[in-house]
């Protein structure tokens, strides 16, 4: 057992060794200038110690006997599955960010119910808004910021008939 851990110990020790230019080379990875022969060197190296000290890395003993087992994964894989402090450290925002603007409003037309993303209607209705407002059509209740599920909606002429409306609505304007 205790030989087990001194083993352990050990390895772990080569493998923070190792991982130092790994990262270094990593994080040039991401700068977009990547020495792959190098990193894949590093890698296979780093392949049979990966095997002994799996659980460190939250890999479960897949590449045994090192060699030729690193090339299925990307080379980049083992740096990100490694705790680096980087990322343990990154104190970026957690949680959900508030997906739209309007909180939890319903859309302001009414029996719609969809949350409202703009001025007070859903993505669907605010579209519709628009397009009756660039056609000189938009009706006077289909105010911005409306209530919730206050304003009635307005069926639109299909057809010959929405030709003809849209015509009397550009002479209107
Ligand atoms: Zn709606």
Redesign the pocket.
Known sequence: MSVDKAFREMVRNEIEAQLKPLRDLVSRLEAGTADLDRLRTVAEQLAPLAGAVGPLFGVSGGSRGGGAAPARRGPGRPARAAPAPVAASGGKKRGRKPSSEGGARE???KG?G?PSRTKG??A??YQKLRMLEKTNRRPNNWVDYAEPNSVEDIKLPRGRAAAKALAEAKNAG
Do not use: D
Request: charged share 10%; with cysteine; net charge positive.
């Open positions: 859309c302001a037309i719609c969809k209607y859903c669907a209705h």
